[in-house]
């Protein structure tokens, strides 16, 4: 669960910083979308506990041609 949300919260911080970033982008926009970008909170125990399962399967599918 805590991996869907930390690329959730990537996911939506990279869009405010794209908003933020336009020239085109109000005053409005550039203090709603400052307000929304964050970091992810860093759980290092169940991001290795993730990837070690990811890692384990390495090899284990191949895709359809």
Not at 29 to 44: D, G, N, V
């Amino acid at each position: 669960m805590d991996q869907i949300f930390d690329f959730m919260v990537r996911d939506w911080s990279n869009f405010a910083l794209l908003l933020y970033g336009k020239l085109s982008s109000t005053p409005a926009q550039w203090i709603t979308a400052s307000k929304l970008i964050s970091k992810p909170a860093l759980h290092e125990r169940a991001i290795r506990r993730v990837w070690s399962q990811v890692h384990g399967l390495e090899d284990e599918y191949e895709m359809n041609p």
